[in-house]
């Protein structure tokens, strides 16, 4: 593959390969943990073997050229005008990285480049994230060598300055779960990850005798960056009213599952109840994960996935007719012990733990009866968890 797309650079952009490099980022798969995020909650995710690849080189042209094996569009952002690509179609998250590092002191450096993903587009698995990374690592990368930094890029850093690109430049106001997991992500590896305080620990994510299947219901997630923002303004409005018992709480993590059950009548509009009630008891199903698979409890861990999936349909209302189908089809199976959507909802993925013996009969069977349900032809993917953002030598 690294041989195809050099050969690909080359034809784009001429030269050598003398000078040409390979940076990745992967996409993200989120096991538990879900609208928990930007609450201030905890999340579980793993890094995928699916991923966002950068072949670069260093220029003087004062442009970053950019291009895309899959897209017949060209691009090209002048380095000092960096704040005037927001509208691009394509484009504009990789603009608007270029342009927060620019902001933060990075010396930007002309470049071309050539996109390759392997992250399906619209299906939750964080395909923004890896292309908005792996553009950090590339671009910071560069700018250290320019200042003679011998240090390693700041992973944690670059998974910051994506997330604010995502903010202020693409105007979605996202949590900070899928750039770390992109950045941070590491092989036979889950992150358990504090979104409010950024304390993260590495938990082996060893499914013995099991494989995680991530289901694609091919359903686009047309309904996810408007509700998005709404979810977030109820629990925002939900904190608010909880803080009249709990001043001490600046996020719905704070709050336990004990006192909100004590102070949940404070909250006047019961979609906002139904939302907090999500967030609280979500993060308290992260907690027991970690415990469950700490102690080899893998059946546990599916229980929770499951009760997961259930408090998203029924109190966040973030699924819809095609992830709930695919998660009721994907339970039916022997050997199947747990399956939840995952990702912001309204299509895109489930991921499930499926005994390794019922695999194939898992994709067969549900993909069936999926179709036959909804009408649509689900994509699997057997999935494991792989190394973050990094260069590739």
């Not at 797309?5 to 001429?14: E, I, N, P, Q, R």
């Not at 996109?115 to 923004?128: N, R």
């Not at 027991?288 to 109190?315: C, P, Q």
């Not at 067969?364 to 057997?382: A, D, H, L, P, S």
């Amino acid at each position: 593959m690294n041989q195809e797309l050099l050969t690909k650079f080359l034809a784009l952009y001429g030269g050598d390969a003398s000078d040409v490099r390979m940076f990745v980022s992967p996409g993200r798969v989120n096991m538990i943990g879900e609208h928990t995020d930007y609450n201030g909650g905890f999340v579980f995710p793993a890094a995928l073997e699916h991923a966002s690849h950068i072949i670069v080189r260093k220029t003087d042209s004062g442009k970053i050229r950019l291009a895309a094996t899959d897209l017949p569009d060209r691009v090209e952002l002048d380095i000092e005008k960096l704040d005037s690509y927001k509208d691009l179609k394509w484009g504009n998250y990789q603009a608007g990285v270029a342009y927060v590092l620019q902001n933060h002191g990075y010396e930007i450096c002309s470049c071309d480049i050539l996109y390759h993903d392997t992250v399906p587009l619209g299906a939750g698995l964080s395909s923004s994230a890896a292309i908005e990374v792996v553009m950090a690592l590339t671009l910071a990368t560069f700018s250290n060598e320019a200042k003679g930094i011998t240090e390693p890029v700041d992973m944690i850093e670059m998974a910051k300055l994506s997330q604010e690109a995502e903010i202020i430049y693409c105007g979605v106001n996202c949590g900070i779960m899928d750039q770390f997991a992109s950045a941070m992500g590491k092989k036979d590896q889950a992150i358990f990850l504090d979104c409010k305080t950024l304390d993260f620990q590495y938990v082996p994510l060893v499914l013995d005798g099991y494989k995680i299947i991530v289901g694609n219901t091919k359903k686009k997630r047309g309904l996810a960056d408007s509700k998005y923002n709404e979810r977030r303004a109820e629990c925002e409005s939900a904190l608010k009213q909880l803080q009249i018992a709990y001043p001490e709480a600046d996020c719905l993590r704070a709050i336990s599952v004990a006192q909100f059950e004590e102070a949940k009548h404070l909250i006047q509009n019961e979609v906002e109840r139904r939302r907090a009630e999500h967030v609280v008891y979500e993060c308290d199903r992260v907690l027991k994960s970690i415990e469950a698979l700490n102690t080899g409890d893998l059946h546990a861990f599916g229980h929770l996935m499951t009760a997961s999936h259930i408090s998203l349909r029924d109190l966040y209302e973030v699924t819809g007719l095609n992830l709930d189908v695919m998660v009721e089809e994907s339970l039916k199976i022997e050997g199947c012990i747990g399956s939840r959507m995952t990702g912001a909802g309204f299509g895109g993925c489930t991921v499930s733990i499926v005994a390794d013996d019922a695999v194939d009969h898992f994709i067969e069977e549900v993909g069936k009866n999926y179709k036959e349900r909804t009408g649509f032809t689900g994509e699997f993917y057997i999935s494991s968890a792989c190394d973050g953002g990094r260069e590739v030598k």
